[in-house]
Structures are given as structure tokens and as C-alpha cells.
């Protein structure tokens, strides 16, 4: 995680953002008075929160636990999906 100062970050803030959104690295940026914060990209903001969601249920977080197990485990299948009437890609 890149941490940088308020100074730093508003002489430089479209670098700044770019690099978070690029290198999926989120930023602290620090503050001399207030609470510091965190600059992250949207889309792993979203990950973050579609993560916390799923594992927020204890049901849901225990087998998705046991999926990652068995994945670990090698005891996994490749499957064809079926395209449910949709037409197929080319080839």
C-alpha cells in the first residue's frame, strides 16, 4: 500500500489516481489534522464490497470456504456450461 501526504497528492492527484486504478494499489493519504484516508480504485472498491457482502452471511462464507478447499484439494471438475439458448460465439 502507497502512503503519501496530502501535499504530495494534490500536486500530483491525476498520477495519483491513475496509479491506484492501474497497479490496483490502494493509497493513505496522511493528514496533519483530521483522520487519514484511502484512495482506491472504483472497481476494486466494488470487489471489496461484493467480498464483504458474500461473507457476510456465516451460511454463505462457510461454503464458499469449503469451495475454495476443494479447489485446493484438487477435487474439481471441468465443465462444459450450457448456453441456455443463447446463440454460440464463433469459433
Known amino acids: 500500500m502507497n502512503?503519501?501526504?496530502y501535499s504530495e497528492v494534490r500536486a500530483s492527484f491525476k498520477q495519483a489516481m491513475d496509479?491506484?486504478?492501474?497497479?490496483?494499489d490502494?493509497?493513505?493519504i496522511t493528514r496533519q489534522r483530521g483522520e487519514h484516508v484511502v484512495m482506491m480504485s472504483l472497481a476494486d472498491?466494488?470487489?471489496?464490497?461484493?467480498?464483504?457482502?458474500l461473507l457476510g452471511n456465516p451460511v454463505n462464507a462457510e461454503r464458499l470456504m469449503r469451495g475454495v478447499e476443494q479447489v485446493k484439494a484438487g477435487k474439481t471438475?471441468?465443465?462444459?456450461l450450457a448456453n441456455h439458448g443463447k446463440p454460440e460465439?464463433?469459433?
Open 3 to 5: 502512503v503519501m501526504t
Open 26 to 28: 490502494p493509497t493513505v
Open 77 to 80: 471438475k471441468i465443465r462444459e
Open 19 to 24: 496509479d491506484v486504478c492501474r497497479h490496483h
Open 45 to 53: 472498491y466494488n470487489s471489496m464490497e461484493e467480498t464483504m457482502y
Open 89 to 91: 460465439s464463433p469459433k
